[in-house]
């Protein structure tokens, strides 16, 4: 069993929609929570770590349910420019951080 | 830019050449990280290494040979590698080896073994 599971789309949607992205872990021990946004063939650069309460940083919402052990990424206002692929990463202890392979997303003009 | 530099940027070497990549980082951090990126698969951790000290090695085969002589700079040395060895490696590094630290990627280095 993956350790972290992602839908790997392709999503793709009108400039100005919303979106949302669901990651699924398998161990309840995991401790810390990121999405990563990978454009194609560079390297993955931090969007957002997600906290228990859940968090926002402008059109981003990061949200975390512990009790069905998923984390969520919703995107409002899509631009252009968020067309990427989008790595969900848990850590369960330490130094263990785990990817997903990651969502594509191709916000469409 | 995020602080992290690789070189080389590309590499294309023989099974039984030998080469090392290296990553270095301008941000004051304690962690460094190696991973492996192949195609259509998750980033897959390789090795860390914490105040110089390597912590994790993720069953990795020796042919792979991690050096870290201080906590700016990470060398990976690669030899008689094989043909499913071609992906993209990816340094990263991280104020800590602590579970809520984030991490900073280097733009990686493509690696095809022929």
């Known amino acids: 069993r993956k350790e972290v599971e992602q839908d790997p789309g392709p999503f793709n949607v009108p400039e100005g929609a919303t979106v949302a992205f669901n990651c699924t872990y398998s161990n309840s021990a995991s401790q810390s929570f990121f999405w990563y946004r990978q454009d194609c063939r560079k390297e993955p650069k931090l969007l957002m770590s997600v906290y228990s309460s859940g968090n926002e940083d402008g059109r981003f919402t990061a949200q975390l349910n512990r009790a069905s052990q998923y984390i969520s990424l919703l995107i409002r206002d899509s631009k252009l420019s968020d067309s990427a692929t989008y790595l969900c990463?848990?850590?369960?202890?330490?130094?263990?951080?785990?990817f997903g392979t990651g969502t594509s997303l191709t916000v469409i003009p | 830019e995020t602080g992290v530099t690789q070189t080389p940027r590309h590499l294309v070497m023989g099974m039984t050449n030998k080469k090392s990549l290296k990553c270095e980082q301008h941000?004051?951090?304690?962690?460094m990280y190696w991973y492996k990126q192949s195609a259509k698969k998750p980033l897959e951790l390789m090795f860390v290494?914490?105040?110089?000290?390597?912590?994790e090695n993720n069953s990795v085969p020796s042919r792979f040979s991690p050096e870290c002589p201080n906590s700016s700079h990470l060398f990976l040395h690669l030899h008689t590698l094989q043909p499913e060895d071609s992906a993209l490696y990816l340094c990263?590094?991280?104020?800590?080896?602590?579970?809520?630290?984030?991490?900073?990627f280097g733009p990686g280095t493509r690696l095809t073994v022929t």
């Open positions: 990263a590094s991280s104020q800590d080896a602590g579970a809520v630290y984030e991490q900073y």
């Open positions: 941000l004051g951090h304690n962690a």
């Open positions: 290494y914490n105040f110089k000290e390597q912590t």
């Open positions: 990463v848990v850590n369960i202890a330490g130094n263990q951080f785990y």
